[in-house]
């Protein structure tokens, strides 16, 4: 069984997750796409709203299910049996953060990490301009799954 793990702070999901986490569960038997819950970043969403929103945009993956951890993200690995963390590089900049965590995670436990290359159709999107766009009013139905949207939407409304 080949299962690795698709961590981030999804806040919210948006279609460059849900483009990885397909991708990434052609590849291999079964992926956990794994919500962050110890973030430093200030979050717009709760941890159960993050992990509730995944759920549901990941239901029609059969071999997709999604969990939430604290504290390292490699100790979550060894308890759940995984040996491959799966992240994306959308720029040169995400590589230099990511090669330093990678080899990091790689010395604390021998997980390896797999990069997959971000579909360019979403290259430029993350989640905190998602944000950004949606405060404003901004149509962000090509950037999240309608779900998000609409809960972007009551988000803001409160
Ligand atoms: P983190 O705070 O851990 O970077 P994110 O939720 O921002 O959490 O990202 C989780 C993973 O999803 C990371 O590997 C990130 O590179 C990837 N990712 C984020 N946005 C996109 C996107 N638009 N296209 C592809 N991958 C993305």
């Known amino acids: 069984m080949r299962r690795v793990v698709c961590p981030g702070s999804f806040d919210p999901v948006t279609n460059g997750h849900i ?38 945009c990941t239901r029609a993956f059969t071999n997709v299910r999604t969990a939430k951890f604290d504290g390292l993200l490699v100790d979550f690995c060894r308890e759940n049996d995984i040996g491959t963390i799966i992240r994306s590089l959308r720029s040169v900049s995400d590589f230099d953060y990511e090669l330093q965590i990678a080899q990091m995670n790689y010395q604390l436990s021998g997980v390896e990490t797999m990069f997959m290359t971000a579909n360019p159709q979403y290259s430029f999107l993350s989640s905190s301009l998602v944000k950004e766009v949606a405060q404003h009013g901004g149509d962000v139905s090509s950037l999240v799954p309608p779900y998000v949207e609409q809960r972007l939407r009551e988000k803001y409304k409160e």
């Open 19 to 56: 483009d990885i986490i397909g991708r990434a569960a052609r590849q291999y038997d079964e992926v956990i796409a794994a919500v962050l819950g110890n973030v430093s970043k200030r979050a717009l969403f709760s941890v159960d709203e993050k992990l509730e929103m995944l759920d549901e």
